[in-house]
């Protein structure tokens, strides 16, 4: 089989051929046929976080690593102990596996599962941009109904991150919520949030580009925030301040702007979801008197995922357009991301 792996920092991925793994127990053996390029695979790439003031993580334990967690894929293979799945079905793989012994684990929280026990796919372990993936139980594979084969698999990453993001600001009906980024994640949350809740969205973002397709794809609003009086048009589209702000970018730079959005008023809620990294200067009492919330949000648990794939089966979530580009050119795919050339979704068909 196929693979393109990740074999230094940022340095191109490289081809790879390996015997197909054979599934034992209760794993099951998928062929890809389609994988999500995502932004946290340029991060896995280029071998670290940005912290702000020159700090850095490290974001990927092994090397090499075949990268891909958002995999659309049918079965081409079970172990002895599975009863309950067809060969040849089709389904999108939740990814987050943990190591199913610790506390987090065992609260259905496999998500929070520790980065050095964890097994995620296309992170820990082997993902997606391989043509074959071991998913260690077929409780991980779930139906994607009618949903685009290109698309399906961004569910499990983007679409499960967005799903999660948006349960946490719990948006009431009529509410506005500012999502900040006209990105793949944050075109999937506006999407979401249509489907499941009954609120007006406000898509910022710095590139026109990126907002014209938002506004496509429904976004009551777009504002530029390069332009000027940006985030007073904002506030005022909000009734005087932003409430609840949905952060997809997570730079220096997003949460500057967005946190400013709630004016003096108390209560706000901001959700952090993108890793584009750096750090953010809190004026302690400022935040105290004003009651706010800044709340993390990491991908989502399994529960989640149940919930998001019964939406999305149920065809209330207009699918978004994706495009697709051959698996050998996977190296050129994210470094095309990287550099805010590619509009939208982009998938890896193997
Ligand atoms: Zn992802
Ligand atoms: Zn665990």
């Not at 391989?130 to 998913?135: F, N, S």
């Not at 500012?178 to 944050?186: E, K, R, Y």
Request: aromatic share 6%.
């Amino acid at each position: 089989m196929k693979s393109y792996k990740v074999v230094g920092n940022g340095v191109p991925l490289e081809e790879c051929n390996s015997e197909i793994p054979q599934p034992q127990g209760k794993q099951v053996l998928i062929k890809t046929i389609a994988c999500g390029v995502c932004h946290t695979d340029i991060h896995i790439h280029d071998g670290y976080f940005d912290m702000g003031n020159g700090n850095q993580i490290p974001s990927r334990v092994t090397e090499p690593l075949t990268m891909g967690h958002e995999i659309y894929g049918e079965v081409a293979g079970v172990g002895e102990k599975v009863k309950d799945i067809e060969i040849g079905k089709k389904y999108v793989v939740y990814p987050w596996i943990g190591c199913g012994e610790c506390e987090q684990c065992k609260n259905d929280m496999e998500h929070y599962c520790g980065p050095f026990t964890s097994k995620n796919l296309g992170v820990s372990v082997d993902g997606g941009y391989g043509e074959y993936v071991l998913v260690d139980d077929s409780k991980y594979l779930f139906d994607a109904g009618d949903t685009p084969e290109e698309l399906a698999g961004s569910y499990a990453c983007r679409g499960l991150t967005a799903y999660s993001a948006l349960k946490k600001a719990n948006p009431t009906k009529g509410d506005t919520l500012v999502i900040i980024s006209a990105g793949g994640l944050g075109l999937l949350a506006l999407k979401i949030a249509q489907a499941a809740y009954d609120v007006k969205t406000i898509v910022v973002d710095i590139d026109d580009e990126k907002l014209k397709v938002a506004k496509q794809e429904g976004a009551t609003e777009i504002v530029n925030s390069t332009h000027e009086n940006a985030a007073s048009k904002i506030m005022e589209l909000c009734g005087g301040a932003a409430s609840k702000v949905l952060d997809f970018v997570g730079s220096e730079s997003s949460i500057n702007f967005g946190y400013n959005l709630f004016g003096i008023n108390k209560g706000g809620l901001y959700i952090l979801i993108g890793l584009l990294g750096g750090k953010f200067d809190l004026q302690l009492p400022l935040h105290t008197f004003t009651a706010r919330t800044i709340s993390g949000t990491y991908v989502g648990s399994m529960q989640e995922m149940k919930e998001l794939m019964n939406l999305v089966r149920s065809g209330k979530i207009e699918p978004v357009a994706v495009e697709t580009r051959p698996a050998s050119q996977a190296s050129v795919t994210l470094s095309d991301l990287k550099l805010g050339k590619i509009k939208g979704l982009v998938c890896l068909k193997h």
